[in-house]
């Protein structure tokens, strides 16, 4: 079936350094890709999204690139803070439904001081 | 503040009772909401799709039967786990779109814990 792929599982960080994760989807109709970062026990929270008909979004210190033809999108976090130290986890649509989407197995990010 | 709101955000029940966790939408109307499964570590799977006034549609592999879901408001879905057992215990999470096309805001999360 579709799936979407994100490395690495584990990501550690010095603060103020770039933290870099990447994703892969297999559904040709996806064509809304969001980041959710998840602190313990808690639902996921909508960090940055793209669509499909854009190459790259930016916000503050978190930016997001896709590339559609290869199937692959990019979280980036600059000047990582102690405070970005969560589970974050790729999306992608299945097919062109928002709401429905399939995640990547998440990253585990640690930014230490 | 939440925009999506689930309830009970964590309970502890019985093996072979029901239990019913709700999500509502609180600003919004929500004609489709999903309900997600996320097991401890591991990733968000996608259980079923909500449809006001219509039947639920399940992910492969979810039994309709025991994951009983009701959206008879545009506020709110329910989701019943029947007779529930250990195995399910797990952190179910409710997101809804706001519209058509737009982002899909999620709840907190439901902790179940089945003893």
């Known amino acids: 079936g579709e799936n979407v792929e994100q490395h690495p599982s584990t990501l550690s960080v010095q603060e103020g350094d770039s933290a870099v994760i990447k994703c892969t989807y297999s559904d040709s109709a996806s064509n809304y890709f969001p980041w959710y970062k998840q602190e313990l026990g808690k639902g996921p929270q909508l960090i940055i999204d793209i669509r499909s008909n854009v190459g790259e979004k930016k916000d503050q210190r978190i930016a997001v690139t896709l590339n559609k033809t290869a199937k692959h999108f990019s979280l980036h976090i600059t000047e990582t803070q102690p405070e970005d130290s969560a589970v974050y986890f790729c999306a992608a649509s299945i097919g062109d439904s928002w709401g429905k989407l399939q995640f990547g197995a998440g990253t585990q990010v640690v930014v230490t001081p | 503040g939440a925009v999506v709101s689930q309830h009970p955000s964590w309970v502890i029940c019985k093996s072979g009772t029901s239990v019913k966790i709700e999500c509502r939408s609180l600003d919004f109307q929500a004609t489709t909401m999903f309900w997600y499964r996320q097991f401890p570590k591991q990733s968000l799977m996608l259980m079923a799709t909500s449809n006001e006034g219509s039947k639920a549609t399940y992910e492969q592999g979810v039994e309709k039967d025991k994951f009983l879901i009701n959206h008879a408001s545009l506020t709110l879905s329910t989701l019943t786990v029947t007779s529930a057992h250990p195995e399910d215990s797990s952190f179910y999470i409710c997101?809804?779109?706001?519209?058509?096309?737009?982002?899909?805001?999620f709840g907190q999360g439901t902790r179940l814990t089945v003893v």
């Open positions: 997101s809804a779109p706001r519209g058509a096309g737009t982002e899909a805001f």
